[in-house]
C-alpha cells in the first residue's frame, strides 16, 4: 500500500515534468468563435486527485477453541476426582495417616529422596494439627487452635508463634504463602479443593481399577498447568484417597512427591487438649522466618 506521503511527491514529481513538456510544446491556436445561439459545452468538473486506499480492516478474531467433548472414561474420571474433593470438603472433621517421600535434584541431576511421617486432625472451621517425623528422627508439630498458630521444633528446643487470621482456609493460605511454611498437600485441607481442583485441572483419565490397596480403588491421572499428578481413590465406601503422586513437571529433573495414606477417621475423638501445643521446657521463642525478613532493617545482614 502506497503511503499518502509517497503519492504528494509523485504528484509534485508528475506536474513538474507536465510543466517541462508544455514549454518545448508551440502554443495553442485560439479557440473558434461560437454560434451566438451556441449553448456552451459545460467546463470540466475538476479532476479529483486518487485517494489512497483504506487499510484493510483486520480479519475477524476466531472464536475460542471449544474443548474436546469428554471421553467415556474421562468423563467417569472427573466425576470420581469432584466426588472425593466434595467429600473431604463438607467432612466437620478427619485425621488421618499420611507417609511421604520427596525427590531432592542434586546438581549433577542425581535425585536423592527423603521421607516424613504425619498424623493429621482436622476440625472444621478452625482448628487443625499435624505432627510430624521426618525421615532423620526429628519432631516438629503445627498447631492451629482457632486464635494462635503455633510451630514447634522439639529438636532444636525452639518454637514460633503467631495469631491465627481466620478460618482455615485463611489460615493454612496464610502459613504456606505468607509465613513460607511447607505443609504438604495442604490444598487437601481445605474447603476450597473442589473450586480449586476445577481452577487449575487440565485434564483427567481413568487409568484402571487397582487392587494394590488391599480393596479395590480407581486410579485417576490427572493433567495441569504445572503440576501432574495421580490419586488412587477408594471404590467402595467413602471416596478416600489412598495415595497420590505429583510430578512437578517443569522442575528440573521433574522430582515427584508421593503420599499414602491410612486410618481414614471422620469422627475423630477431640478433646480439650487436642489443639493444645506446648513447647518443650527450655524451648526459646522465636519469629517464623518471613516475620525476621519483614521487621529487618534495609541493609542489615543476617547474624
Not at 29 to 56: D, G, K, L, N, S
Not at 139 to 146: I, P, V
Amino acid at each position: 500500500m502506497t503511503s499518502k506521503r509517497t503519492l504528494s511527491a509523485c504528484s509534485a514529481v508528475a506536474a513538474a515534468c507536465l510543466a517541462a513538456a508544455c514549454a518545448q510544446q508551440p502554443p495553442a491556436a485560439p479557440p473558434p468563435a461560437q454560434h451566438p445561439m451556441a449553448v456552451p459545452a459545460p467546463a470540466p468538473e475538476p479532476r479529483q486527485p486518487i485517494a489512497a486506499p483504506e487499510p484493510a480492516a483486520p480479519p475477524p478474531a476466531p472464536p475460542p477453541a471449544v474443548p474436546a467433548p469428554l471421553t467415556e472414561s474421562q468423563a467417569r474420571a472427573r466425576d470420581i476426582m469432584m466426588e472425593m474433593a466434595n467429600y473431604l470438603a463438607t467432612l466437620p472433621s478427619f485425621s488421618v495417616r499420611m507417609t511421604d517421600s520427596y525427590d531432592v535434584v542434586q546438581p549433577s541431576g542425581q535425585k536423592i529422596e527423603f521421607g516424613e511421617k504425619r498424623k493429621l486432625l482436622v476440625q472444621r472451621p478452625s482448628r487443625l494439627r499435624v505432627d510430624t517425623e521426618r525421615s532423620d528422627g526429628a519432631h516438629t508439630a503445627a498447631n492451629f487452635n482457632g486464635t494462635e498458630i503455633t510451630l514447634v521444633d522439639a529438636a532444636s528446643r525452639i518454637y514460633a508463634s503467631t495469631k491465627q487470621p481466620g478460618g482455615l482456609d485463611e489460615s493454612i493460605l496464610y502459613f504456606v504463602s505468607d509465613l513460607k511454611m511447607r505443609l504438604p498437600l495442604a490444598m487437601m485441607l481445605m474447603s476450597r479443593l473442589p473450586v480449586e481442583l476445577e481452577r487449575r485441572v487440565r485434564g483427567v483419565d481413568y487409568v484402571e481399577t487397582s487392587y494394590t490397596f488391599g480393596t479395590p480403588t480407581h486410579h485417576l491421572a490427572v493433567r495441569g498447568d504445572t503440576v501432574d499428578f495421580q490419586v488412587w481413590v477408594r471404590a467402595s465406601g467413602a471416596p478416600l484417597p489412598l495415595r497420590v503422586v505429583i510430578t512437578y513437571k517443569n522442575e528440573p529433573g521433574q522430582p515427584d512427591f508421593r503420599a499414602d495414606f491410612a486410618d481414614w477417621n471422620t469422627r475423630p475423638a477431640v478433646t480439650s487438649t487436642t489443639f493444645r501445643l506446648e513447647p518443650p521446657p527450655g524451648a526459646q521463642k522465636v519469629l517464623f522466618a518471613a516475620q525476621l525478613v519483614a521487621t529487618r532493617k534495609p541493609g542489615q545482614a543476617d547474624k
